[in-house]
């Protein structure tokens, strides 16, 4: 082929609109968000009870992962307009003009798609079933219907980032049990803690693109306290695992330290009034412990069932 | 007429990103594939011999 090829016009690109890398695309995936999904759903995968042929497995962590990324690249094409609005949000492919919102919607279908049937036909139907209810969730109830409409929108919507663990352990078992719904709870109630600290920094960001949520719609003060409230109500929840026996004592040792730590940030950013520097300075401490904290859990998980599953315990 | 309408001659750097994106789609499919075969072999096990002949 040669430079003076002429292609179709539909294909062409806008003149800002050079075509996306494969960067681009994997970036379109949240790939942060994924390193995150991949630990839950393996932390899933490893600690439930029963057994999974090891490429199986494999399969199922990696078709969680793309269903995860799937979900993230159609977060992205229905949010494209205020994400270009946002400075957070404003270097993603879309409003850089990368990729078009309409190429990110197709990617988005097509991958959750392949992720939904290959982990509901190579490992299980309950898994994928799963995996599909988990995308439509993020993807319709949080994205599309609760985001832009009420301030419990990361706290319903949360429950979608909380379902990999579940998925991980659906696709051993093929159901669902109090342990894997333990796990689920943990990333459900540290979810608003988290992203309210984070909003709480990002309110003129979220107020400029009229994003109701909880500091801009009942008041940083509010905000403060329903963040300790859900801090004291997510530490015992965070060591909970060892007395159903999903974690060890290394895990208890974690989770305890962890979890009084984060109500130690939580209790610094509630005394705070007022939205001041030092409020989004503290905001920003417990923002970076929030991702720190659930992390060292997962890991130590990981770690205590990679044990026991080597030494046959 | 917009520059859409009318057809555009590609840039070499458009071409490239095109072809790189063919590259890695044509590698996610072989990918998909080996899955597919992995997990055939996998939960097919001893079975693959076991047949009527």
């Given at each position: ?29 949240k790939p942060r968000v994924m390193s995150l999904?991949?630990l839950t ?46 400075a957070r949000t ?64 990361i706290?319903?919507?949360g429950?979608?980032g ?24 943990i990333i459900?109630v540290w979810t608003p803690p988290h992203f309210w600290a984070l909003a709480l920094y990002r309110m003129?960001d979220y ?6 949520m909880m500091p801009?719609?009942?008041?940083p003060?509010?905000t403060k306290?329903q963040i300790l409230?859900y801090s004291?109500?997510l530490a015992?929840?965070g ?15 974690t989770s305890?330290v962890c979890g009084g730590i984060f109500v130690w940030y939580a209790w610094q950013l509630f005394q705070i009034?007022?939205d001041d520097r030092e409020s989004d300075a503290a905001a920003r401490r417990l923002f970076g412990f929030s991702i720190l904290y659930l992390f060292a859990l997962f890991l130590v ?13 | ?53």
């Amino acid at each position: 082929m040669t430079d003076t090829t002429q292609i179709p016009s539909a294909s062409l690109p806008t003149a800002d609109l050079v075509g996306g890398t494969v960067g681009d695309y994997f970036s379109l995936m949240k790939p942060r968000v994924m390193s995150l999904v991949i630990l839950t759903a393996l932390v899933g995968i490893l600690a439930a009870p029963g057994h999974i042929h090891p490429v199986l497995g494999a399969i199922a962590l990696l078709a969680i992962a793309v269903g995860a990324g799937a979900s993230g690249a159609l977060n992205m094409w229905y949010d494209a307009d205020i994400d270009a609005r946002m400075a957070r949000t404003a270097a993603r492919p879309i409003p850089r003009g990368r990729i078009s919102a309409e190429e990110a919607f197709a990617f988005g279908t097509v991958m959750s798609v392949f992720a939904v049937l290959t982990l509901g036909l190579l490992v299980n139907y309950a898994a994928g079933a799963f995996l599909a209810f988990t995308i439509l969730f993020y993807v319709v109830v949080y994205t599309m219907w609760l985001k832009r409409r009420t301030p419990q929108n990361i706290v319903i919507g949360g429950a979608a980032g909380a379902f990999p663990p579940m998925v991980g352990w659906a696709a051993v078992t093929g159901s669902v049990s109090i342990e894997s719904l333990l796990l689920f709870l943990i990333i459900f109630v540290w979810t608003p803690p988290h992203f309210w600290a984070l909003a709480l920094y990002r309110m003129r960001d979220y107020d400029r693109v009229g994003v109701p949520m909880m500091p801009n719609v009942a008041g940083p003060a509010s905000t403060k306290k329903q963040i300790l409230l859900y801090s004291l109500a997510l530490a015992p929840l965070g060591i909970a695992p060892y007395f159903v026996g999903l974690g060890g004592l290394a895990y208890l040792a974690t989770s305890t330290v962890c979890g009084g730590i984060f109500v130690w940030y939580a209790w610094q950013l509630f005394q705070i009034a007022g939205d001041d520097r030092e409020s989004d300075a503290a905001a920003r401490r417990l923002f970076g412990f929030s991702i720190l904290y659930l992390f060292a859990l997962f890991l130590v998980l990981l770690a205590e069932h990679t044990v026991r599953i080597v030494t046959g315990g | 007429m917009d520059k859409q309408e009318e057809g555009e001659k590609p840039s070499a750097e458009w071409l490239r990103q095109r072809r790189l994106r063919s590259i890695a789609i044509a590698l996610m499919l072989l990918v998909l594939v080996a899955l597919f075969y992995a997990a055939t072999i996998v939960r097919m096990g001893g079975n693959v011999l076991n047949r009527a002949i």
